[in-house]
């Protein structure tokens, strides 16, 4: 739907937000604003095009490189454990977790939809971008703590 893509431009131009639209096939659009948490990640907001209407607000956490070096060591049962944590810690805190190997790394992303029409709203919206990056400092911290 362009009505949510014009919207979501026209929020992040009204909150001052510097951002870059990216083209991807899985998605009607995706706007990426660079180093938007503690530890220097990008934050993602785009709609997926397999469920239009839907926006997704997320940010992707690499490993470490010593804990990516400690988690090519584990066994295949201690990764899944491994991931286990995490998605446990990720539902404790109310983002969805999703696991992605990218440019050699490990990386967790944390997401949080929004799938109501009187979610995609401006305040919520902008409620919502603070607490993605809010959630991804907690598990940045969690990974170091735990891994």
Known sequence: MQHLHESIERWLIHENYTFEELKSNEDEFKFVIKNADAFGN???IFEPKQ???ILVIGIKIPLKN???VRFL???QVEKENFEQ?????CYSIKVVNKFFD???KKKVGVYVVLDQKEQLVQPFFMETLLKVVEMSDKTSRFLH???
């Open 73 to 75: 060591k584990l066994t």
């Open 85 to 89: 944590k995490i998605t446990d810690f």
């Open 102 to 104: 990218e440019d050699g």
């Open 42 to 44: 990008n934050l993602e």
């Open 145 to 147: 703590k735990s891994f």
């Open 66 to 68: 010593n804990q990516m």
């Open 51 to 53: 469920q239009l209407n």
